[in-house]
């Protein structure tokens, strides 16, 4: 059974701090590794994504990889009251359907 | 450009009547994905097609669902006898590559 593991939060955190997400994901064949937000009532939305060990930064994103740990992770820096939502792990194979975790809703406070 | 798009956006419809789902994928996009979410729940994958073919359809939970796609483009999603379990939001993704984007999804409310 693959799986993707998340803490499901919530995880509070002051405006202007960061954010730090983490998953663990059981299928050593993962190719591709995602995070998805979602906001409440919303469909999910790509802010990030990355195939290969290491860091990956967009803006105020970095994505983490860790793939001998089978361990992916997202930073939110300078937090914002707006990115308060629920941030969503998925990984895959190529050309095949994502596996997601179950999500950590995000709470930032002004 | 345009997204992907999916309607209707919400859909009531009583316990036992046959609904159908559709899902526009974005122009070019040859991969396209079915997915339910219920309420609490994660992500379930349904359905997986590639151009007109489906070569992964292992997440359909009963006999009941079925899925076309024709041209390559437009896929419909049909839920047979529907039944209160049916009750979530159907979202569609499609894909030119790795990554999938989402629809804005289909909120089914079966009474």
């Known amino acids: 059974q693959k799986e993707v593991e998340q803490n499901s939060g919530p995880l509070s955190v002051p405006e202007g701090a960061i954010a730090s997400l983490n998953c663990t994901y059981s299928?050593?064949?993962?190719?591709?590794f995602f995070w998805y937000r979602q906001y409440s009532g919303k469909s999910p939305e790509l802010i990030m994504f990355i195939y290969s060990n290491g860091d990956k930064e967009d803006g105020r994103f970095t994505a983490q990889l860790n793939k001998a740990s089978q361990y992916v992770s997202l930073l939110i820096r300078d937090s914002q009251p707006s990115d308060s939502a629920t941030y969503l792990c998925a990984v895959n194979q190529a050309g095949t359907a994502l596996i997601f975790g179950k999500g950590t809703t995000l709470s930032v406070s002004s | 450009g345009a997204g992907v798009s999916q309607s209707p956006s919400n859909k009531v419809t009583e316990k036992g009547k046959d609904v159908e789902l559709r899902c526009d994928p974005i122009?070019?996009?040859?991969?396209l994905y079915w997915y339910r979410q219920s309420l609490g729940q994660g992500l379930e994958f349904l359905i997986y097609f590639q151009g007109n073919s489906a070569p992964d359809k292992s997440g359909l939970p009963s006999d009941r669902f079925s899925a076309e796609r024709t041209g390559g483009s437009v896929s419909t999603l049909t839920i047979q006898r529907t039944q209160q379990e049916d009750s979530a939001v159907y979202l569609c993704a499609s894909s030119s590559a790795h990554e999938q984007y989402f629809g804005p999804g289909t909120r089914l409310t079966v009474t």
């Open positions: 122009s070019g996009h040859t991969a």
């Open positions: 299928d050593r064949g993962s190719q591709s």
